[in-house]
Nanobody, 120 residues
Framework: VRVVESGGGLVQAGGSLRLSCAAS????????MGWYRQAPGKERELVAA???????NYADSVKGRFTISRDNAKNTVYLQMNTLKPEDTAVYYC???????????????WGPGTQVTVSS
């Protein structure tokens, strides 16, 4: 399973960015797709995640500013980030919890990450 993010970049505080993530390869089913981020010197943290049934979770720090959405037909997840703050600066990683066969269990697959930098 290959996971690839796109859409990162440099933006001023108060601005917006939209991240995209596509999963490809031998995929039987995808359970949860989500976004994590890791700032320098900090642990990786959940930003937002959406299940195949549409259940969504957000970190408290991004509620009301970020919106996650998913296209199940395209195995793609998006993260619309509005009102960005300097503390949102981090490498953003896409996570895909997927099964590659009917008989196998689910595993986590990660993208290489995309840098988001918010200047003050």
């Amino acid at each position: 399973v290959r996971v690839v993010e796109s859409g990162g970049g440099l933006v001023q505080a108060g601005g917006s960015l939209r991240l995209s993530c596509a999963a490809s390869g031998s995929i039987f089913s995808i359970n949860v797709m989500g976004w994590y981020r890791q700032a320098p010197g900090k642990e990786r943290e959940l930003v937002a995640a959406v299940s195949s049934g549409g259940t969504i979770n957000y970190a408290d720090s991004v509620k009301g500013r970020f919106t996650i959405s998913r296209d199940n037909a395209k195995n793609t997840v998006y993260l619309q980030m509005n009102t960005l703050k300097p503390e949102d600066t981090a490498v953003y990683y896409c996570n895909c919890n997927a099964r590659i066969s009917f008989y196998g269990g689910a595993h986590n697959y990660w993208g290489p990450g995309t840098q988001v930098t918010v200047s003050s």
